[in-house]
């Protein structure tokens, strides 16, 4: 789980961690991995800190690892904070066929919308959404922005389409799990 950049506190997360309401959805996604990812199915799970959306990336990282650890690809799983994506997306001279996450297989993007608002960034990760998305290939993203918040913010309109034609929706409520 180190090698695709999982955090070390979601590495052991469970179906048990996860919240009532979404356990069913986040159930059948990892039942059915291989022929969701195959499909480029994703999943956009939203809501406010702390309700448990990296631990749901947490799980479907464990499923994903175990249903494609003997493929070809050298790294079908990836995770990446949208902090961290934003870093190397920033950097103009880097190439951009050393970045893994517009190849993997599925991409598990967490924090989307709370790192620093940079035009040039998000224009960024705009056109890597777009290159999954136009490739067919599974993102599940992790966000504290709501779905009205990114249908109606220009600048998240079109990752937001994306990510919802490619994939489930699950909306988490509640108070934070950390307090």
């Not at 986040?26 to 959306?53: M, N």
């Not at 599925?106 to 959404?129: K, M, W």
């Not at 998305?133 to 922005?145: E, I, M, P, V």
Request: hydrophobic content about 40%; glycine content about 8%.
């Amino acid at each position: 789980m180190e090698v695709i950049g999982l955090p070390k506190r979601y590495r052991q997360a469970t179906l048990a961690d996860v919240s009532e309401a979404a356990r069913p959805l986040v159930a059948a996604y990892c039942e059915d991995i291989e022929a969701r990812v195959g499909a480029g199915q994703g999943l956009l799970v939203s809501g406010p800190v702390g309700v448990g959306k990296s631990c749901i990336l947490g799980v479907i990282a464990r499923a994903a690892y175990q249903a494609f650890a003997g493929e070809h690809w050298s790294h079908p799983v990836a995770y990446v904070n949208c902090a961290r994506l934003y870093v190397l997306l920033m950097d103009v001279d880097r190439d951009r066929r050393q970045l893994p996450y517009s190849e993997v297989r599925l991409l598990l993007l967490d924090e989307l919308g709370t790192a620093y608002d940079n035009p040039f960034a998000v224009s960024q990760l705009d056109a890597l959404i777009e290159t999954r998305y136009a490739s067919g290939l599974a993102t599940c993203t992790a966000t504290n922005l709501s779905v009205k918040a990114m249908h109606e913010d220009v600048r998240w309109r079109r990752v937001y389409d994306r990510l919802r034609d490619g994939g489930l929706g699950i909306a988490l409520t509640g108070a934070s799990r950390r307090s």
